[in-house]
T-cell receptor, first 109, second 114 residues
Framework: GQNIDQPTEMTATEGAIVQINCTYQ??????LFWYQQHAGEAPTFLSY??LDGLEEKGRFSSFLSRSKGYSYLLLKELQMKDSASYLC??????????WGAGTKLIIKP | IAGITQAPTSQILAAGRRMTLRCTQD?????MYWYRQDLGLGLRLIHY???????GKGEVPDGYSVSRANTDDFPLTLASAVPSQTSVYFC?????????????FGEGSRLTVL
């Protein structure tokens, strides 16, 4: 079966750095997405990786290793507004999106 | 800029009743999707449409139906609601080609079936 694993919850301190990991087992691979979802709101797009390596976008970076079936989202200089759930999703060989359950990130002052 | 509009935003429904969740997008995207989101679970695809006039079943289609008469509208119908359909429903759209395939989501419809 297809599966995406991410930690259920993480806690970090304002101003610090946090890394949220995602491992996947899917039938084929056409790209990996990270979305942010604040409580009670819709998911919003953060990043897309299709090739191995690091994609940097401001305070957020996303890394992909296709051979390891692994990605991480790195958040730097954490702010209170970064408290949200972070969803990892993989496009399989049929371009169907497979979603992880999400990682709830709690930022403490 | 509207993007994707869902209605209603919230609804309480008696079991056995019929309910249609509406979804309209103004981005001229070819693909549209309906997901449900339940606590502790990832987004689960109910139905999708790659282009107007076509629809397909997702991971959890039972008890739901959709139609795609035109590019903009993609309503989701619960023919006879059951309590297990209590959930938050998200409509989304994306371009198929020429982009990363990023999904744009509506604000969600919170449905409670009693």
């Amino acid at each position: 079966g297809q599966n995406i694993d991410q930690p259920t919850e993480m806690t970090a301190t304002e101003g610090a750095i946090v890394q949220i990991n995602c491992t996947y087992q899917t039938s084929g691979f056409n790209g990996l997405f990270w979305y942010q979802q604040h409580a009670g709101e819709a998911p919003t797009f953060l990043s897309y990786n299709v090739l191995d390596g690091l994609e940097e976008k401001g305070r957020f970076s996303s890394f992909l290793s296709r051979s390891k079936g692994y990605s991480y989202l790195l958040l730097k200089e954490l702010q209170m507004k970064d408290s949200a759930s972070y969803l990892c999703a993989v496009w399989d060989s049929n371009y169907q999106l497979i979603w992880g359950a999400g990682t709830k990130l709690i930022i403490k002052p | 800029i509207a993007g994707i509009t869902q209605a209603p935003t919230s609804q309480i429904l008696a079991a056995g009743r019929r309910m249609t969740l509406r979804c309209t997008q103004d981005m001229r995207h070819n693909a549209m999707y309906w997901y449900r989101q339940d606590l502790g679970l990832g987004l689960r695809l109910i139905h999708y449409s790659n282009t107007a006039g076509t629809t397909g079943k997702g991971e959890v289609p039972d008890g739901y139906s959709v139609s795609r008469a035109n590019t903009d509208d993609f309503p989701l119908t619960l023919a006879s609601a059951v309590p297990s359909q209590t959930s938050v429903y998200f409509c989304a759209s994306s371009e198929i080609s020429g982009s990363t395939g990023e999904l744009f989501f509506g604000e969600g419809s919170r449905l409670t079936v009693l």
